[in-house]
């Protein structure tokens, strides 16, 4: 690895080298390293670019790391990632995506990640984007996320994506069975001209089922912000969105909220809020002697620390 | 020293401050009167917050009425609302940390909280959000500006919402931060508790400056003043 790609690296993982268990590794398009665990096997897909996780049923307190980075400008793929996890397995997946583009091609990295949530098993799903690089390409970033939980099985999925990605379209589907719970904490930023857009869909059909969207973003400049929900109440069961966006410059944001109950037990909830940094809230930075800018910046931070 | 001279405010055609003239200098200064009397609004044009129509305040001789808030509150001046702001994301101890300047130990965030009553481990990594109670919130607004520790500490209605057990920790609070700060404090109250702590009372009674002196010499007078209250005539 180079400077460029161990410092990419850092960013969306917070590793310094290859990391310790079970792991895979793909720079610039090609897996660069791979390996497996006891507990964990990591294959590579024959027929298509990626691989399967294979999460061994009860394997406790283990992680594993997938990161992508790019490099290369005008590179594009499109990775599947299959993740099967065991029934009552209690696991970590650090995914995260950089791409560093110092010319002037688009480079495009769009991931398929499945996940088979086996019975009882739960998973926390970390995933951070980041993009940088000072040519004219653009960054851009296309995951999609498919989601399977069987009966109650636990997933917890953070994504962030908080600098250089010009563009992203994120969906995610689910499909939850019996007391299976799906928690989303979502925080994005854009700058400049970025454009992100982010979709969920998710299907309560068990009972009990339960999902809980959290997404608060901060959009900055010209950029533009989508953000549509659609939570389906097929069961008793309850469904909670949350987005929340603050404004700035001559930025964009629109909220697309769409809750379904197809049960009367179904208990389904939808907040969105869209505004500017509120005024009291910068002055009383400013009454602890920050400046606006400062203060503007410390609101930021914390909203989407 | 604080100076106000002739010191207005107007809102569109209201006048909520009248030619206010004032010098504070004691240790404890408290200011009362009616609601809507216009406290929070001379707290305000203190700050920064609002710029006076006209009119001049000084702070130990220099003029800043046309310096900005952060200017103000890095001379020196701070001021504790009279709402408490809320922040989703910013925890107690970063609020704590921007107040005191500096990033503060874990040990000397909860100083601060423990001295407004908060049992600081519950409380240190909790957001500034809509969780938190009303009178938790006005001892954290409370705590920041201890850690501030400037020479001009204003608190609007500090004893809003305290609980009366907390009342006397709450006077403490004030002496200490006075033994550390040798400033002034300036307390906007309705309290007679808080009242007599004060060196000296400011009355401020439908925008001007009613009554200003020695504690001993206007509270007496107080309640005249509010039994004369212009709300009950109908004005
Ligand atoms: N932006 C504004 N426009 C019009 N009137 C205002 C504005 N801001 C304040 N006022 C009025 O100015 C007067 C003084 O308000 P202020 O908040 O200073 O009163 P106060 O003495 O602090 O009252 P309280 O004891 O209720 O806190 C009130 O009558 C209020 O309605
Ligand atoms: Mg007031």
Not at chain 1, 138 to 164: F, H, L, R, W
Not at chain 1, 277 to 302: F, S
Not at chain 2, 176 to 191: D, F, P
Request: proline letters at 2%; hydrophobic letters at 40%; glycine letters at 10%.
């Amino acid at each position: 690895m180079d400077k460029i790609q161990l410092s990419l690296l850092e960013q969306v993982a917070d590793l310094h080298e290859v990391p310790e268990g079970a792991y895979s590794l793909r720079i610039d398009g090609v897996l660069y390293g791979k390996r497996s665990s006891e507990n964990i096997e990591i294959v590579k897909k024959e027929d298509k670019p990626g691989i399967d996780i294979i999460i061994k049923p009860g394997t406790k307190n283990e992680s594993v790391h997938i990161p992508v980075l790019l490099s290369q400008t005008g590179l594009k793929e499109l990775v599947y990632n299959d993740f099967h996890i065991g029934e009552g397995a209690d696991v970590t997946i650090v995914a995260g995506c950089g791409i560093h583009n110092g010319g002037d091609g688009d480079a495009e990295h769009s991931g398929i990640h499945s996940f088979f949530v086996g019975k009882n098993a739960r998973v926390k799903y970390i995933e951070k984007h980041y993009g940088e690089g000072d040519g004219n390409g653009k960054n851009i970033m296309n995951p999609e996320t498919v989601v399977e939980i069987d009966e109650g099985g636990y997933m917890e999925m953070q994504t962030a994506q908080i600098k250089g990605v010009d563009s992203t379209c994120r969906k995610t589907t689910a499909r939850l069975k019996k007391d299976a719970t799906l928690i989303v904490h979502e925080k994005l930023m854009t700058h400049g001209e970025q454009f992100a857009e982010t979709e969920f869909e998710i299907d309560l059909d068990g009972e009990n089922s339960g999902t809980h969207v959290v997404s608060r973003s901060v959009a900055r400049d010209h950029s533009r912000q989508k953000f549509l929900s659609n939570i389906r109440g097929n069961n008793r069961c309850s469904g909670h969105t949350e987005c929340d966006a603050i404004i700035m410059d001559n930025a964009s944001v629109i909220a697309i909220p769409e809750i379904l109950a197809n049960h009367v037990d179904a208990s389904l909830i939808h907040e969105a809020a869209i505004g500017k940094i509120a005024g009291e809230q910068l002055i009383k930075l400013m009454t602890l002697g920050l400046t606006e800018k400062e203060a503007e910046e410390a609101i930021v931070n914390g909203f989407l620390k | 020293m604080l100076e106000l001279r002739n010191v207005s405010y107007r809102v569109e055609n209201t006048e909520i401050l009248k030619d206010i003239n004032l010098k504070i200098d004691d240790r404890f200064v408290a200011i009362t009167g009616p609601n809507g009397s216009g406290k929070s609004t001379l707290a305000k044009v203190i700050a920064g917050i609002f710029v006076p129509t006209s009119g001049q305040i000084l702070l130990d001789g220099e003029d800043i009425t046309n310096l900005s808030i952060t200017e103000r509150a890095n001379m020196g001046v701070s001021f504790a609302f009279q709402q408490p702001v809320r922040f989703k994301g910013l925890t107690v101890k970063d609020m704590i940390s921007m107040a005191a300047g500096e990033k503060l130990s874990i040990s000397t965030a909860c100083t601060y909280l423990s001295e407004v009553g908060l049992c600081a481990k519950d409380y240190i990594n909790r957001e500034i959000n809509a969780s938190l109670s009303g009178g938790e919130l006005k001892r954290i607004e409370i705590a920041m500006i201890n850690a501030r520790g400037t020479k001009l500490s204003i608190f609007d209605e500090p004893e809003a919402g305290i609980d009366l057990w907390s009342f006397n920790n709450l006077i403490r609070v004030f002496e200490k931060m006075h033994e550390r700060t040798h400033g002034t404090i300036l307390i906007i109250s309705h309290q007679e508790r808080i009242l007599d702590i004060a060196d000296k009372v400011i009355v401020l009674v439908d925008g001007r400056v009613d009554t200003y002196g020695a504690k001993e010499k206007v509270l007496p007078g107080l309640l005249n003043v509010n039994a004369g209250c212009r709300f009950t005539k109908g004005e």
